[in-house]
């Protein structure tokens, strides 16, 4: 996208000639961490497990009962599950809140 014979960067230097393109730091680390999971796949794996119990729990309230009333039975807050994603390393922070 910020190739500046063919990408976003020329398209808008061709309507806005004044405008600087600056590319988003954030995408990039979280292209980092993706290419870095298909090396190492201990990090696919971890990921792979919390997408999987992300599933089992959403798609079966009973089992998600269950996991609320070990936790309450461990006196532990309760946990929220939440779908991360490869390329929105933000997400991965969140994953139990």
């Known amino acids: ?30 292209l980092c961490v993706k290419h870095m999971m298909a090396h190492f796949p201990l990090l696919e794996n971890v990921d792979s497990l919390l997408l999987s119990l992300l599933k089992m729990f959403h798609y079966s ?23 991360t994603s490869a390329t ?3 997400s991965r922070g969140h994953v139990f809140i």
């Open 1 to 30: 996208m910020s190739g500046e014979n063919k990408g976003l960067q020329r398209r808008i230097r061709h309507h806005m000639s004044y405008q600087l393109y600056i590319n988003c730091r954030n995408h990039k680390l979280a």
């Open 61 to 83: 309230p009973k089992k998600y009962e269950m996991f609320k009333d070990v936790q309450a039975a461990y006196g532990m807050k309760n946990l929220k599950l939440i779908r």
């Open 88 to 90: 929105r390393w933000l």
